[in-house]
Antibody, heavy 119, light 110 residues
């Protein structure tokens, strides 16, 4: 069974940093691109970033470029999202998702990690 | 960015058909595939993939769910609707970066 389990969320002050982790199991992690998607309270889904299966390529939404870094450790089957210079508008639940080869669809999702940016 | 537009809400009766639409401001077809996908999200849960590439049923999804469309107009149909289908449904395109989602359609029972 494919499982994605996020950790590392919580309350953080504006301007500070936070790192999310996503532990993957039930599939060959290093065969898949991976992504982070966020959802602000009572709002819709927004793609945040994607990383290729080998970590060689990364892509970000404009609003997080230069502040967030997606990375992975294939030996540990773990995906990361380093979030720096956090803003109140980054408050959201962050989901990690498996990026299926069939056309950019996200076919498995974690349960989400809640991040609240507030003083 | 490609913009996806969904109606905010839809109310249907149990056992009836629900049709949820998603319109894009750019063509999401490419080399014979439509890069449009559908997800279901229940309150407090993560999204779940229902349909990929416009019309392909994801693994484990009942055949009551179906998708169709091409170009800029897509629909997700649930027939017949069951009580467990109350949720918000999102379309998502992957034709261009950044991948974008529709605003979601909340399905409620009459």
């Amino acid at each position: 069974e494919v499982q994605l389990v996020e950790s590392g969320g919580g309350l953080v002050q504006p301007g500070r940093s936070m790192k999310l982790s996503c532990a993957a199991s039930g599939f060959t992690f290093n065969n898949y691109d991976m992504a982070w998607v966020c959802q602000a309270p009572k709002k819709g889904l927004e793609w945040v970033a994607t990383i290729s299966y080998d970590g060689s390529s990364t892509y970000y939404r404009d609003s997080v470029k230069g502040r967030f870094t997606i990375s992975r450790d294939n030996a540990k089957s773990t995906l990361y999202l380093q979030m720096d210079s956090l803003r109140s508008e980054d408050t959201a639940t962050y989901y990690c998702a498996r990026w299926a080869p069939k056309g950019g669809v996200m076919d498995a999702w974690g349960q989400g990690a809640s991040v609240t940016v507030s003083s | 960015d490609i913009v996806l537009t969904q109606s905010p809400a839809l109310a249907v009766s149990l056992g009836q058909r629900a049709t949820i639409s998603c319109k894009t401001n750019q063509n999401v077809d490419y080399y014979g595939n439509s890069y449009m996908h559908w997800y279901q999200q229940k309150p407090g849960q993560q999204p779940k993939l229902l349909i990929y590439l416009a019309s392909n049923l994801a693994s484990g999804i009942p055949a009551r769910f179906s998708g169709r469309g091409s170009g800029t107009d897509f629909t997700l149909t649930i027939d017949p609707v069951e009580a467990d289908d109350t949720a918000t449904y999102y379309c998502q395109q992957s034709r261009n970066l950044p991948p974008t989602f529709g605003g979601g359609t909340k399905l409620e029972l009459k």
